[in-house]
């Protein structure tokens, strides 16, 4: 029903603004639903939970594959192991995160911050070429809920049988099935938390201690919560989540364009809908294609008609597409009247892949990834920190000028390195070590001190000291710091 507003002229006795802040404006109510037919909502406008119907599908067949190599990726990557150590890990307690052969430091994080902008930046591209389509196949949010909605269907029965038992009284057949499927839910919940946990954590250690009940509390607190986390959300708020909690369902409709590829039913072709026998000409019983199963909306995980347009629900899975297909197939109709289509080709024209916007994206991710590889190649594998100590100088046995320091490396590699300490030029002199072993990541302070071998005047100058790889030469590092010595006049 709508409101259609019409405005009032100003009373000859008022004046015109004050006429605008008192009269009410008429109101007059149109129809527009017809209420001599019954109104039909969707699971989503019904509010109650969404049970969607089994299906298959090519659509349906990619995200199956795309989830299970997502799923073997999260859980078995944590499972590999490198050089004698797991191969993904985030050691928090020693500050290292290691990926594979390469160790990244607290110094190196202004590289995760790239990635964090290189996979934005490749969100905006693929939201500008087709829509959510993230959401549909890739989210761990619906990917887990596709997997927990699995589990519904072999302990509790397709649709029809979970709304049966839904209504159903309780009795024990309805206790075991709900407890069959709460059981898979949460073992699936806590398989999920230890491998997340275990990235962060060595996991056969983690395995381990949780075999023998000897899981410290913060470890405990941390599978618990991702526990309960996966189980609430893929179990219970589900489409909830996608609708009220991501941003991205917020701000994604601002990306679109009229050449995007959305989920989008052909108006044209589909309209009028309606029920007929298989073979009749739908045209002459004025008639589309459309034969308003509903088999779109009970398939859809957010219990949306798709057919009433493009809404901030829709996730673009493609299941609506795969049962709408299998229907045309038995209509003997042509496929497509769901289907991924742009704005621009429903009105009849052609869909554009190549746009500024796109080939802006595309650029602009493409500068950063060859970045962000120049970036992680040109990292070094030795960092050197060097702190001057408080004291300003001091006078050795042979009547020098005396500076200390404490040097601080860091051999990032995962190779036990000697490396060669020194200064670069100046009337300077170390006293100290001039080589120093460093097993893989370790870091060593090292305090040092540093001579005058002349009479300057200057209060203060710079000096620099350098550390090599003696098996690499030209792997090397240089920092600067500061010499302090009295002048000349206040020594005499």
Known sequence: MQHHWQGSSASPEMPMGRSLMTDRIPAQIIETVDPSQPIRLTPAQGGGPIHTRSFSGRFRNLRLLGGALLMLLYFG??????????????????????????????????????????????????????????????????????MFMWVEKITEGDRLQRIKLDAAPWSAAKLLRRAAKHTLWLAISLATAMAFVGYFTPV??????????????????????????????????????CLHMCPYSRFQSVMFDADTLLVSYDTARGENRGARRKGSDPRAQGLGDCVDCTLCVQVCPTGIDIRDGLQLDCISCGACIDVCDS????????????????ERALKGGATRL???????????????????????????????????????????????????????????????????????????????????????????????????????????????????????????????????????????
């Open 77 to 146: 990557t944590v499972w590999l192991n490198w050089n004698g150590r797991q191969a993904v890990l985030w050691d928090l307690d020693r500050q290292q995160f290691h990926i594979f052969g390469a160790t990244f430091w607290p110094q190196d994080f202004i590289l995760l911050s790239a990635i964090l902008i290189i996979a934005a930046f490749g969100l905006f591209f693929i939201t500008v070429l087709a829509g959510r389509i993230w959401c549909g196949y890739a989210c761990p949010q619906s990917t887990w809920t596709w």
């Open 204 to 241: 056969r250690e983690l395995v381990a201690d949780l075999a023998r009940f000897e899981v410290g509390a913060t470890t405990a607190f941390w599978l618990l919560f991702f526990t309960a986390a996966t189980y609430i959300n893929a179990g219970w708020l589900r489409e909830q989540v």
């Open 327 to 342: 229907v045309m197939d038995r209509m003997g109709y042509a496929r497509g009247l769901l289907r991924y289509t742009s």
């Open 354 to 492: 190549l746009r500024p916007r796109l080939i802006g994206y595309a650029v602009a991710m493409t500068a950063m990834i060859a970045a962000f590889v120049w970036a992680l190649d040109a990292r070094p594998q030795l960092q050197l920190d060097v702190t001057r100590d408080r004291t300003l100088y001091r006078e050795n046995m042979q009547g020098q000028i005396e500076n200390m320091y404490r040097l601080k490396l860091i051999n990032k590699t995962q190779q036990a390195r000697r490396y060669a300490l020194g200064l670069e030029g100046g009337p300077f002199a170390l006293q100290g070590p001039r080589e120093i072993a460093l097993a893989p990541g370790e870091i060593a302070d090292l305090p040092v001190s540093v001579a005058l071998l002349d009479n300057a005047r200057d209060f203060s100058r710079e000096l620099r000291f350098e550390v090599s790889d003696l098996a690499e030469p030209s792997s090397r590092v240089s920092t600067p710091s500061t010499f302090v010595a009295p002048i000349a006049a206040l020594r005499q």
